[in-house]
């Protein structure tokens, strides 16, 4: 799951954060905000509302919300209502309700694991893997455009937009047959997509899942399992860097105010790690913030205004099935609150 905002951390306008719950179904909750802020600085959690409402699987590899200008709330999920997984679409406008799911992929396929952006402009640009990576974007007042397929191979992409409002993507490829890559492309307003090219180039290895953020200059990161690279506004792609020895699964990014990039993810044993890159500095040692025998996974990590961090993970400390757990870091990190309390599959 993503959590993305229009401006990188939660706005000053927006009053909760929003966490997705995959429970048979989509599950939304939010967290009402007092006075002072939210989490450890305050508030208490909605009950989860299922916005995906069908007798499917939905959400199966990963749900993804953004938040508009306005504060209104939109979802991309893939769904297997349609007889194969379809790209669903939700959007929540400040107080109304949900609106009813569409499927903006429609193809005989399997789509799945997308991820949303949201331009200075409004629109909503969608990616998701199936067959290449596919992408729609939808004006606002108006409608989602026929997918157009900008690789013809890969999974996994993951979508951010900057000042320009250049769309820029990465996914993992199948390059050569000899081990997957870590492939890069664009697109500026009213161009076309870019030629793909590798910023990973590291032969005969698997490079998974990356996740990409974008700076106050419109520099670019992107951190994968195990590596980071980055290139700067009118620059070259960096040679990848590692963060962690150890495989990194399930990776999670935010970069805030001041540019520092925040990582989250889990590990092969099922720890909860955090690093974080200032710009200029090198990385911070990796930390275990859920401290548990138990196996977490899966984490997503968002950023106020005030660039506190707030983190949510699936969590295998209960007994039976795997809950959500949130933690805040505005001074040091919050004992960890059960947000999904269910007697179904969290995750």
């Given amino acids: 799951m993503r959590i993305k905002f229009l401006n990188r951390v939660l706005p000053s306008f927006a009053k909760g954060l929003a966490v997705l719950v995959i429970v048979l179904g989509i599950v939304f909750s939010c967290l009402a905000l007092a006075s002072t802020g939210f989490g450890a600085e305050g508030g208490v959690w909605s009950a989860p509302v299922n916005i995906s409402n069908n007798s499917g699987m939905s959400g199966k590899w990963g749900p993804a919300i953004a938040i508009d200008g306005e504060g209104n709330l939109h979802v ?21 309700g949900w609106s009813t799911p569409i499927n903006i992929s429609n193809n005989p396929g399997w789509s799945y694991a997308p991820d949303i952006a949201i331009d200075s402009n409004e629109g909503i640009h969608v990616v998701w893997g199936g067959g290449g990576i596919l992408y729609a974007t939808k004006p606002v007042g108006g409608s989602w455009t026929v997918p157009v397929n900008t690789s013809n191979s890969g999974v996994w992409p993951s979508i ?40 990973s180039n590291q032969p005969d290895t698997w490079e998974e899942r ?21 290139r700067p506004y009118g620059g070259s792609w960096s040679t990848p860097v590692s963060i962690e020895p150890d495989r990194m699964w399930g990776v999670g990014t935010a970069i805030d105010n001041e540019d520092t990039l925040h990582v989250v993810w889990h590990n092969d044993y099922g720890d909860l790690l955090y690093a974080a890159k200032s710009m200029g500095d090198v990385w911070s040692t990796p930390e275990n913030i859920s401290n548990t025998w138990d196996y977490s996974e899966n984490p997503a990590i968002a950023i106020k205004s005030n660039d506190s961090l707030h983190l949510v993970w699936a969590d295998r ?6 809950e959500i757990l949130y933690i805040a870091e505005p001074n040091g990190w919050s004992t960890p609150a059960n947000i999904s309390n269910n007697a179904e599959t969290s995750f």
């Fill in 76 to 96: 991309v999920w893939e769904d297997n209502t349609p007889s194969n997984y379809g790209i669903m679409y939700a959007t929540k406008p400040i107080g109304g």
């Fill in 317 to 322: 400390r209960f007994p039976g099935s795997p």
């Fill in 210 to 230: 990356p996740q990409i953020e974008v700076d106050t200059g419109d520099g670019l990161h992107v951190v994968w399992n195990g590596f980071y690279a980055t």
């Fill in 160 to 199: 951010a937009i900057d000042k320009e409002d250049t769309i820029h993507v990465v996914w993992q490829d199948y390059i050569l047959k000899i081990g997957e890559d870590i492939l890069y492309g664009n697109k500026t307003i009213g161009g076309l997509w870019s030629t793909p090219i590798d910023i």
